[in-house]
């Protein structure tokens, strides 16, 4: 038997030889393991305090299936124990094991230790409910929070921090529990005030000020309370208020000056940053990784190819044989800032000597070939990527839909998740821009429902994807709807939404909305004028739209560009006002280009004014010579001139320089298919059914009123065969079939690539008005709507009213018993109507009463065009649209 003495010297060996370990952390694996074999060897029977070490050092180690099988060898494990290995586990991110072992330790065990373990594990790993909720459980359980408590807490509140009354009520608890002393509390105290107030739904300047308090009332600050509160004001944009403080202490912050750098770089104050950096060298404060990324990244953005070009070499310079976490960054900054530069070849060349890569790394570099377009070399290299993550997704789907390849954009969004990756709200919006581009409105709202299910409908991204999808597809009352619900939005959600009001005709309300925007503090950018100017352009806005052309610069201090100065060029000319338009472009401050002549030309076609077409045409032969539009716009004044020589030496011209002419094609989606029509078309396998449809329509027309318009008929030619030739134009085919095969009374959707002619313009409207159904036609530059104004649905009777100006949120008992028949804990309702002015009634015996929903067709009666309503439970996801004064229910699959 070995006696008591030796065993206790044998264990205050192992001890000290563990504790040099723990010192050692870097490796102290490949120390404690020899230790631990030694142990083993010599037959000692380590005790708890030894076993816990052990614990903790394999833990650290990042060695968990050691630490395991020590803690699991042990009969009853200690506090401290299972405290180590919650660390342990947090520090892997394996949340769902730390939790394991925190939910099978008894009450009666517990400590306040082991529960900061727990929350601590929580905030690392960005589960800030989760943290704020055991804190909760914590003190019901009568477990006193300590200093260190208050650290974990306070840094997951500023995670999810998004009022200021959050940041107050632990603040309360801090000074009740008298901690309120302890710097490394105040510290954490005023990070969650600071990143609260950078929430777009919080007070930032009651925040900051009440953040301000704390550090001057701090009795001692270290390091970390002058960069909190100076990245703090960086944070919120005060970057004078930033300055100051980093002005008021002698202490070299570099993790300050690199988030100064970063906030002026943010601001696109480029002379601002490169001056911080040197004053950054002469004060010898020391540069690290974050500080040259920076630096890198304003060289970047800037444009300055030669300072960046420095800026590596300085890197190379000071930064002998540096170790991989600081050149993997500074490298990438590199291989970006080379792209952007146009220097491709540096920045593949950097990217192949690199002796280790991330998936930064490999994201930079295909994120440059789409950014430049190259999507072959895209694809090649996504394709070789040894692994992906999220992100690379999102770099391909939003980069081909972006250059319109959006069939392929959607094929990406499927494979990604037959991958098993789970979309994000940017993959989200990737995937619905794509179907803005095809015009495809069913699978934008199959992609709307998805993203409600996941959770994302308050995704400002994904918000702002969906206004211009929605407007895109026609339906701008959905736009507009959801616009007005979304929780918070930003400049971007505000241009979507005028520009859409703009392209659907509606300026009035257009400018109504830049100048609700104005009102809210936000201030214009260049597209806010863009699109505003457009809008009054569509809408013969003459004066409103030249009085915002003039507050660009005057009174917002933005310069007009080309496109701002082409579209009012584009508003005077198609009011006729040339004389104008040419003192506009007489006063540019550069020479017009070929979006000016463009806009000029497309003026005189409108008003036929052919001398000074004739001039902007010679222009753009020379600017663009293979532009087919040219031509054709010059063509077409001589042939309604009468001019048919003229237009004949145009053509001829055309033919000569080897320039083609786009066809003119039309499309429409009809279940599930996309059909799509050229001019005369005879391929369509139903096109004797759409050409007798059309010719007996034609008939209910003409005892209305309508004659067809053979000047649209840019041919010489006899007038019965003119006639003939209006009525193949493309978008009459794909509006034909429309009324065919889509249910009565169902909105067409029609677009195509071209602008609509005058004709067809007016044939829609006596279509709309003969079949009583909503006509809406996208062309080349904007929407057409065509709706009898006289055609409404009449209220059947015993039918209950729900109006969602009163009712948008309600208990779900009173919503039973009126509307949906349908039991949830909880549920949200947006309703696309103009404004939430019209009512929807639903009969209630057609509504199923035993508690689910089902898939169906339900009668509604509505003076309310075409809408959508989602409704959003804890346990469904549905989807209503009001069409052919039926109300059919869509039901998607639980949300879990």
């Known amino acids: ?324 976490d600081i050149a993997m960054p500074v490298n990438n900054a590199l291989i970006t800032f080379y792209w952007k530069c146009g220097k491709a070849d540096i920045a593949r060349e950097i990217f192949n000597k690199m002796p280790d890569r991330d998936l930064v790394s490999w994201n930079i570099i295909l994120s440059g070939y789409v950014n430049a377009g190259c999507m072959g070399e895209a694809k090649s290299f996504f394709n070789e990527m040894p692994e992906k993550n999220i992100l690379s997704w999102i770099i391909m789907i939003s980069g081909l839909a972006q250059i319109g390849f959006a069939e392929e954009a959607l094929k990406f969004f499927n494979r990604m998740k037959l991958q098993g990756f789970e979309p994000c709200d940017y993959a989200f919006a990737g995937a619905i821009i794509s179907c803005s581009v095809l015009g495809s409105l069913k699978h934008g709202r199959q992609l709307h429902a998805q993203l409600v299910r996941y959770g994302y409908e308050s995704s400002l991204s994904a918000g702002n994807a969906l206004i211009t999808m929605y407007a895109r597809c026609g339906v701008v009352d959905a736009a507009h709807c959801l616009f007005i619900n979304m929780p918070c939005v930003d400049s971007v959600s505000w241009n979507a939404m005028i520009a859409a009001l703009g392209q659907h005709g509606q300026g009035a309300q257009a400018i109504e909305l830049f100048e609700e925007m104005l009102k809210e503090g936000i201030l214009p950018d260049r597209i806010s004028f863009l699109t505003v100017i457009s809008a009054c352009s569509h809408a013969g806005l003459v004066k409103e739209g030249r009085k915002y052309f003039d507050s660009m610069h005057n009174v917002y201090s933005v310069t007009p560009d080309e496109e701002h100065y082409a579209r009012v060029i584009d508003l005077l000319c198609r009011a006729g006002n040339f004389s104008e338009a040419k003192e506009v472009m007489e006063s540019m401050p550069f020479e017009p280009g070929a979006p000016v002549w463009e806009a000029l030309l497309a003026g005189c076609r409108i008003h036929g004014n052919i001398d000074l077409g004739i001039e902007a045409a010679e222009r753009l032969f020379e600017l663009k010579p293979q ?108 509006v034909a079939y429309g009324l065919m095969k889509l249910p009565h009374g169902a909105t067409v959707r029609v677009f195509k690539n071209l602008r609509i002619c005058g004709d067809c313009h007016n044939a829609f409207k006596f279509m709309s008005k003969v079949v009583g159904s909503e006509i809406v036609v996208r062309d080349g530059k904007r929407f057409h709507h065509f709706r009898d104004a006289s055609v409404t649905t009449t209220a059947t009777s015993g039918i209950r009213d729900f109006s969602p100006k009163d009712n948008a949120k309600k208990e779900l008992n009173s919503v039973k018993e009126q509307v949906i028949g349908f039991s949830c804990l909880n549920y949200r309702i947006q309703i696309g109507l103009h404004g939430f002015e019209y009512s929807i009634s639903v009969k209630a015996s057609s509504l199923p009463d035993d508690g689910d929903l089902t898939a169906g067709e339900y009668q509604v009666s509505t003076k309310a065009p075409p809408l959508i309503i989602l409704i959003l439970s804890s346990t469904w996801l549905l989807m209503y649209q009001v069409m052919a004064n039926k109300l059919h229910v869509m039901v998607n699959r639980p949300i879990l």
């Open 627 to 734: 532009h087919d539009g040219t031509y054709v716009l010059l063509s077409n004044m001589y042939a309604v001139a009468g001019q048919w020589n003229d237009m004949a030496k145009v053509r001829k011209l055309m033919r000569d320089r080897g320039v083609k002419k786009e066809p003119g094609c039309s499309w429409i989606e009809v279940e599930n298919k996309v059909h799509s029509f050229l001019v005369g078309d005879s391929n369509h396998p139903e096109m004797r059914q759409i050409y007798n449809y059309l010719e007996q329509l034609v008939l209910e027309m003409r005892k209305i009123g309508y004659v067809p318009d053979t000047k649209y008929v840019l041919h010489d030619m006899e007038s019965a065969l003119k006639e003939h030739e209006l009525s193949t134009h493309s978008e009459k085919l794909a």
């Open 1 to 324: 038997m070995t006696p008591p003495g030796s065993i206790r010297t044998a264990a205050n060996c192992y001890g000290s030889l563990l504790q040099i370990c723990c010192l050692q952390s870097p490796i102290s694996f490949s120390l404690a393991r020899p230790v631990h074999a030694h142990m083993i060897a010599s037959g000692f029977q380590p005790r708890g305090h030894i076993l816990n070490r052990l614990i903790d050092i394999y833990g650290k180690s990042s060695k968990l299936e050691y630490a395991r099988y020590l803690f699991d060898e042990i009969p009853q494990p200690d506090i401290v124990a299972r405290t180590t290995l919650i660390a342990a586990y947090s520090a892997a991110g394996d949340l769902k094991l730390s939790r394991k072992i925190f939910s099978e330790t008894p009450l009666r065990m517990r400590d306040s230790v082991f529960y900061n373990a727990m929350i601590t594990a929580y905030s690392h790993n960005h589960d800030g409910h989760a943290a704020i909720e055991l804190f909760c459980d914590m003190q019901r359980d009568s477990f006193r929070p300590d200093n260190y408590t208050f650290t974990s807490v306070l840094g997951a509140l500023a995670l999810v921090a998004e009022k200021e009354k959050h940041c107050q009520l632990l603040h309360c608890a801090v000074v009740k529990s008298g901690t309120g002393f302890v710097t490394s509390v105040l510290n954490a105290l005023i990070s969650s005030y600071v990143k609260c107030a950078a929430s777009p739904s919080a007070q930032s300047s009651s925040l900051m000020a009440e953040a301000r308090r704390l550090f001057d009332e701090m009795p001692n600050r270290d390091e970390l309370s002058w960069t909190t509160i100076i990245t703090g004001y960086v944070r919120n944009n005060d970057l004078d208020a930033a300055k100051e403080f980093l002005n008021g202490t002698s202490e070299k912050l570099g993790v300050a000056w690199n988030a100064m750098i970063s906030g002026y770089a943010h601001r696109g104050l480029h002379l601002e940053a490169f001056e911080m950096f040197r004053k950054m060298v002469m004060s010898k404060i020391q540069l690290d990784e974050f500080t040259f990324t920076s630096i890198i990244s304003v060289c970047a953005n800037a444009g300055c190819f030669r300072l960046g070009k420095e800026m590596h070499a300085y890197f190379l310079k000071t930064v002998a044989n540096p170790a991989p």
